[in-house]
């Protein structure tokens, strides 16, 4: 049975209770639900902790996508937890909303920097995107004033779905180059950041841009012929651990 994914409709909860429905002999257990993300689409997976009913703390090191759309949570082998059993999923909330911020920064990046993605990856404490630049050049300054800029007025970021076939009508929404959206399940999650972007994303994200808090762009390098690697971190006052 596929684990319902509360982190979706839940992004800033940091509690929740699930239910044990399959442990494993490494310690990987699987729950109904879950506030934890698994890793994917450049954004690491969540850590934390499960609480027992005994009150006991157990560590979550690591959260992966398993088979039929279950999530696995990582714990140390020797946790004791058994099938049935309730717990309270706890979030490294640092972690996680670094993670959002960083997110979001990089969808706002993708906004100034029109040009398709080749990779990417988020980090608590950098983000970063390749692009496929050509002879285009941009500069750091000018990109972290207007990225601050979106920052600051502060648009909704909201969450939607679509059918595939609409994402297929319109290809111009995705923007990656080397990763295509999954398709199969029937419906295309997209995300929109008011009215300057629209494309589909399946990770966590915060509720407007304003809570990304002040960022930089610390490095434009080369990747190649075409391929530029622009890098984000937080500038001094914003925090990565918010």
Not at 5 to 25: G, N, Y
Not at 79 to 91: A, D, E, I, N
Request: proline residues 5%; aromatic residues 4%; hydrophobic residues 40%.
């Amino acid at each position: 049975m596929a684990t319902a994914l509360t982190f979706r409709d839940l992004p800033h909860a940091r509690e929740s209770l699930a239910t044990v429905v399959m442990v494993a002999e490494d310690g990987t257990v699987i729950t109904d639900a879950t506030l934890f993300y698994p890793q994917g689409g450049g954004q690491p997976g969540d850590r934390g902790s499960f609480i027992a009913a005994d009150g006991r703390e157990l560590a979550v090191h690591d959260t992966r996508k398993g088979e039929n759309g279950t999530v696995l949570h990582r714990l140390d082998p020797d946790h004791g937890l058994v099938v049935g059993q309730s717990v309270t999923q706890k979030l490294d909330w640092p972690l996680r909303h670094a993670h959002m911020r960083m997110h979001t920064a990089l969808h706002l990046l993708s906004v100034v920097v029109p040009h398709g993605v080749t990779g990417g990856s988020i980090g608590a404490e950098r983000g970063r995107l390749d692009f496929d630049l050509g002879d285009a050049s941009f500069d750091k300054d000018e990109l972290t004033a207007r990225l601050n800029g979106l920052i600051e007025a502060d648009y909704p970021v909201t969450s939607e779905w679509i059918g595939e076939s609409e994402l297929e009508a319109r290809p111009e929404l995705v923007k990656t180059m080397s990763v295509a959206p999954p398709r199969g399940a029937g419906d295309i999650r997209m995300v929109r950041i008011g009215e300057i972007d629209y494309q589909p994303c399946g990770g966590t994200h915060v509720a407007s841009t304003a809570e990304i808090g002040a960022i930089q762009v610390a490095s434009i390098k080369n990747r190649g012929a075409r391929n530029r690697r622009f890098t984000l971190t937080w500038a001094a006052e914003s925090g990565g651990g918010q």
